[in-house]
């Protein structure tokens, strides 16, 4: 069992590492839960972090990661069980280092996404990992939870743009592996079990991550499909046609556009009449190609497959339909979800899966669904939300059947009910549900080897 970080512990800490715990410590996004912790420690270098979790391992007192806290499933609070102390990583935001002819910057797990995103682009390069929280997450936390994001068609997930990771293990030791290697075949790969285990195996405290070159030229479009179908068909012609510079492919469900309409009138929007279908194509050339030549040339190639569309005619336009694709998000808040859902799925099955998911949810009763995502990887938002003229509290009842028969479906079309926001405390029994047994058998002895006392974390992931 685990201790409290009560006064008497927190006595044992030195007094300049802690602050006093606020509201937004204890908060997260979708406001499922309030979280709890003694205090909130603030560690300025990995050797303070060490000293830290030495001190709560010595005394049994649980550990609660927190970057940015934008994560989406509970993972940066813990509601319940012996008060925690409460991690944060704002005070680590150093970039350690940039080495822009190896593409390579190091930064530490507190640096927002967004300084990353300008310190490459300092030496002109880009971190690809863009997300719609970027100017609050952490980088700690996106690898924490192996974020996605709207270019992983192209670059992508966060394991993919990370080369190396510097760690706190739960006994406090320092695993050193903030390497800048592309090839580093040792044997066990450390830095992709710490990778996506959400604070439960290690923290995180810095990382090497992967820099590109910009695009010379980059260009967006917005195509009216007639149906999912169409998309994919159009999603493999234009990287038929574009190999290797197609860097977003966004499905947007007309739902989404009148959400939009409904809650931020003053957001412009292109299509006179929103589309029942329509995607976001994005492209990255080199400086020898023309943006609108090529996104033309796909529309006039993609003959019934694209119904209408608009060409983005310079940088602010492409930003525009960028802002239409990354408010729908904040819409959806407003409106207020009663279920939401990240998921994958093979990108042939989608198609499938729509037609087959409205009908199952109709029978439990008036819905509207507002499904999209990144298409390209099969990354579906599929989030399910009270009939118009009706409140969300009239379905609180229905909440957890809505969540099992989209889940059920998932799972049937071989897909994933977590595609890139993770487990936390959200989907924990989601995850003994859906996952493989041998899996789970394997994370949890995983688990007990690297964190014997269970003080890292407690209560995500696996059920504490």
Same mark, same amino acid.
């Given at each position: 069992?685990?201790?409290?970080?009560?006064?008497?512990?927190?006595?044992?800490?030195?007094?300049?590492?802690?602050?006093?715990?606020?509201?937004?410590?204890? #908060?997260?996004?979708? !406001?499922?839960? $309030?979280?709890?912790?003694?205090?909130?420690?603030?560690?300025?270098?990995?050797? #303070?972090?060490?000293?830290?979790?030495?001190?709560?391992?010595?005394?049994?007192?649980?550990?609660?990661?927190?970057?940015?806290?934008?994560?989406?499933?509970?993972?940066?609070?813990?509601?319940?069980?012996?008060?925690?102390?409460?991690?944060?990583?704002?005070?680590?935001?150093?970039?350690?280092?940039?080495?822009?002819?190896?593409?390579?910057?190091?930064?530490?797990?507190?640096?927002?996404?967004?300084?990353?995103?300008?310190?490459?682009?300092? $030496?002109?390069?880009?971190?690809?990992?863009?997300?719609? @929280?970027?100017?609050? @997450?952490?980088?700690?936390?996106?690898?924490?939870?192996?974020?996605?994001?709207?270019?992983?068609?192209?670059?992508?997930?966060?394991?993919?743009?990370?080369?190396?990771?510097?760690?706190?293990?739960?006994?406090?030791?320092?695993?050193?592996?903030? =390497?800048?290697?592309?090839?580093?075949?040792?044997?066990? +790969?450390?830095?992709?079990?710490?990778?996506?285990?959400?604070?439960?195996?290690?923290?995180?405290?810095?990382?090497?991550? %992967?820099?590109?070159?910009?695009?010379?030229?980059?260009?967006?479009?917005?195509?009216?499909?007639?149906?999912?179908?169409?998309?994919?068909?159009?999603?493999?012609?234009?990287?038929? /046609?574009?190999?290797?510079?197609?860097?977003?492919? #966004?499905?947007?469900?007309? /739902?989404?556009?009148?959400?939009?309409?409904?809650?931020?009138?003053?957001?412009?929007?292109?299509?006179?009449?929103?589309?029942?279908?329509?995607?976001?194509? +994005?492209?990255?050339?080199?400086?020898?190609?023309?943006?609108?030549?090529?996104?033309?040339?796909?529309?006039?190639?993609?003959?019934?497959?694209?119904?209408?569309?608009?060409?983005?005619?310079?940088?602010?336009?492409?930003?525009?339909?960028?802002?239409?694709?990354?408010?729908?998000?904040?819409?959806?808040?407003?409106?207020?979800?009663?279920?939401?859902?990240?998921? @994958?799925?093979?990108?042939?099955?989608?198609?499938?899966?729509?037609?087959?998911?409205?009908?199952?949810?109709? /029978?439990?009763?008036?819905?509207?669904?507002?499904?999209?995502?990144?298409?390209?990887? !099969?990354?579906?938002?599929?989030?399910?939300?009270?009939? %118009?003229?009706?409140?969300?509290?009239?379905?609180?009842?229905?909440?957890?059947?809505?969540?099992?028969?989209?889940?059920?479906?998932?799972?049937?079309?071989?897909?994933?009910?977590?595609?890139?926001?993770?487990?936390?405390?959200? =989907?924990? %029994? +989601?995850?003994?549900?859906?996952?493989?047994?041998?899996?789970?058998?394997?994370?949890?002895?995983? %688990?007990?080897?690297?964190?014997?006392?269970?003080?890292?974390?407690?209560?995500?992931?696996?059920?504490?």
């Amino acid at each position: 069992m685990l201790n409290p970080a009560d006064p008497g512990f927190l006595a044992s800490l030195p007094e300049e590492l802690l602050r006093a715990v606020r509201p937004a410590d204890l #908060e997260e996004p979708r !406001g499922r839960w $309030q979280g709890q912790g003694g205090a909130v420690a603030t560690p300025r270098n990995t050797a #303070e972090v060490s000293l830290l979790v030495r001190a709560c391992a010595a005394a049994r007192v649980g550990i609660v990661p927190l970057g940015g806290g934008t994560g989406l499933v509970g993972g940066q609070v813990m509601p319940e069980g012996p008060m925690p102390l409460i991690l944060s990583f704002e005070r680590m935001t150093a970039i350690r280092a940039v080495h822009p002819q190896e593409n390579v910057i190091v930064a530490e797990a507190g640096a927002i996404l967004a300084d990353i995103h300008a310190a490459a682009e300092a $030496q002109d390069r880009m971190f690809p990992l863009t997300l719609a @929280s970027q100017g609050s @997450s952490r980088i700690g936390g996106n690898l924490a939870t192996n974020a996605g994001g709207v270019n992983v068609l192209r670059y992508g997930n966060a394991r993919d743009l990370c080369l190396g990771v510097e760690a706190v293990l739960a006994d406090g030791t320092v695993f050193h592996g903030l =390497k800048r290697l592309r090839k580093d075949n040792t044997g066990y +790969d450390l830095r992709h079990l710490l990778i996506g285990a959400e604070g439960t195996l290690g923290l995180i405290t810095a990382a090497s991550l %992967k820099l590109f070159p910009r695009p010379a030229v980059t260009g967006a479009a917005l195509f009216v499909v007639p149906d999912p179908q169409a998309a994919l068909a159009l999603l493999s012609l234009a990287e038929s /046609q574009l190999p290797g510079m197609v860097s977003g492919f #966004e499905l947007i469900h007309r /739902q989404g556009l009148d959400f939009l309409a409904e809650t931020l009138p003053d957001l412009r929007q292109p299509f006179a009449v929103a589309p029942e279908w329509c995607v976001l194509v +994005d492209i990255g050339l080199p400086a020898a190609l023309d943006a609108t030549e090529a996104l033309m040339s796909l529309y006039e190639a993609a003959g019934e497959l694209v119904l209408d569309g608009v060409i983005a005619q310079s940088g602010t336009q492409r930003l525009e339909f960028w802002t239409l694709r990354e408010t729908i998000p904040e819409a959806n808040r407003r409106v207020g979800s009663i279920s939401s859902h990240d998921i @994958s799925l093979p990108l042939s099955a989608i198609p499938a899966f729509l037609a087959e998911a409205a009908p199952a949810l109709a /029978q439990l009763g008036d819905f509207r669904i507002n499904c999209f995502g990144h298409l390209g990887d !099969g990354n579906l938002h599929y989030n399910v939300f009270p009939a %118009k003229g009706r409140q969300r509290a009239e379905y609180d009842g229905l909440r957890e059947a809505v969540k099992t028969c989209v889940h059920d479906l998932v799972h049937r079309f071989d897909g994933s009910i977590s595609a890139e926001h993770g487990i936390g405390r959200l =989907k924990v %029994k +989601d995850l003994e549900t859906y996952g493989d047994p041998v899996k789970l058998i394997a994370m949890r002895a995983i %688990k007990t080897a690297l964190d014997p006392l269970g003080i890292l974390n407690p209560g995500a992931v696996l059920r504490a």
